[in-house]
């Protein structure tokens, strides 16, 4: 049989260009082609304006003589302050606070007072009971003239006595709190 002188179909299309591969390489050279055109023309553009005489220029600098003097920082900042150690601060009288001795985020040492208390409640409790006490005496001293027996004990003597007791206990209080 004769053999067919026809070249295969692939052959073919490769000879005529009709290759989906060789249009993608065709069309791929085109856009490097084009990139290297514009990398070049960029170059170009970059050492032509570059060379008006700012690069043979030297640097410049400036001197001045070292000093003393303080360094100023100035620092801006936003959110919220917190301690870096909480303590919490009692008292054993609860009253109106006449004065404050230290100021906020102070340091304070051991002893040192933080406040005062105003005192003319206690004191006007302390001299209230000084006068019960004394009025008491007196009773217990009248009493005692006009009948001499009422002096035993769980009498008006005793009364007193107790309560001379709680005066002199608020007054060592108050003298230990003021």
Do not use: Y
């Not at 006007?124 to 002096?151: E, F, N, Y």
């Amino acid at each position: 049989m004769a053999e067919s002188s026809q070249p295969p179909a692939a052959d073919v299309e490769q000879l005529l260009g009709l290759d989906p591969g060789a249009r993608r390489r065709r069309r791929a050279r085109r856009w490097l082609a084009l990139a290297l055109l514009a990398v070049m023309a960029t170059t170009g553009i970059w050492w032509w304006a570059g060379s008006d005489g700012r690069a043979q220029r030297q640097a410049e600098w400036r001197t001045d003589p070292a000093a003393n003097g303080d360094i100023v920082v100035i620092v801006t900042a936003t959110g919220t302050v917190e301690p870096t150690n909480r303590v919490e601060v009692s008292s054993e009288l609860s009253g109106i606070i006449r004065s404050v001795a230290v100021d906020f985020n102070a340091r304070v040492t051991r002893g040192q007072p933080l406040a005062e208390l105003d005192t003319d409640r206690l004191e006007a409790t302390l001299a209230s009971s000084r006068a019960r006490v004394q009025s008491a005496g007196a009773h217990i001293v009248d009493g005692r003239h006009r009948d001499p027996d009422k002096g035993r004990a769980g009498s008006q003597t005793d009364r007193a006595g107790r309560a001379r007791a709680g005066v002199l206990a608020r007054d060592r209080r108050v003298a230990c709190r003021v």
